[in-house]
């Protein structure tokens, strides 16, 4: 009873719930839509209908989601097929390299639907962290230097980017490893990564 009350459209101290799922969707700067097993769209996003009308990845036609080969398509929707009551993810290569993360929708009363949420992999601020500097113990420097190197760079490309001397990047990444009690790049990655998002 509880969680059925909790999705309804409801009114809660004079506001109607729906407004807000509105909201989100003409002004959310997540690339969201619905999709049925043919690839019909069911819902969008304003920032997944930009990305259609941009020459992204994507495009509309329809009321379905087209995507540039056939071949694609055909993987999208045996990958629907296959993911069951999990989510997943799906990527896509066309004009660069995409992560859909897709979630099952099944309402008791309409066909299944799938929520797709397309995420650029070159996207510099694709990620969300969590407040690493309090978890770990880190300064604010070393959260920097951290996230960097978790991007990819090196300890050259760091220092580059910081405008610091490799000197006191590789001091930074030292007292990282101590402080996170780690020896090597693969265990720095595996005590780090569980604090991003996405």
């Known amino acids: 009873m509880l969680a059925q009350r909790a999705f309804s459209p409801a009114t809660r101290r004079g506001t109607n719930v729906g407004r807000y799922f509105e909201h989100r969707a003409a002004t959310g700067r997540a690339m969201e839509m619905i999709v049925g097993a043919e690839l019909e769209l069911l819902w969008t996003s304003a920032a997944a209908l930009a990305l259609a009308s941009r020459r992204g990845p994507i495009r509309l036609g329809e009321d379905r989601l087209v995507l540039p080969q056939r071949r694609q398509e055909d993987s999208l929707r045996a990958f629907l097929a296959r993911l069951g009551e999990t989510c997943g993810v799906w990527t896509l290569e066309a004009g660069g390299r995409w992560l859909v993360r897709v979630e099952p929708i099944a309402p008791v009363d309409a066909p299944p639907g799938w929520m797709l949420t397309w995420q650029a992999m070159d996207q510099v601020d694709r990620y969300l962290w969590a407040d690493i500097g309090e978890s770990l113990r880190l300064t604010p420097s070393e959260i920097r230097i951290l996230r960097s190197l978790?991007?990819?760079?090196?300890?050259?490309?760091?220092?580059?980017?910081?405008?610091?001397s490799?000197?006191?990047?590789?001091?930074?990444?030292?007292?990282?490893?101590?402080?996170?009690?780690v020896n090597n790049r693969e265990q720095l990655f595996a005590a780090a990564l569980p604090y991003r998002w996405g």
Do not use: C, N
Not at 152 to 163: D, L, M, N, P, Y
């Open 150 to 164: 978790l991007d990819g760079q090196s300890i050259e490309q760091t220092a580059s980017r910081f405008a610091v």
């Open 166 to 181: 490799v000197q006191t990047a590789r001091t930074h990444v030292r007292r990282i490893y101590a402080k996170l009690g």
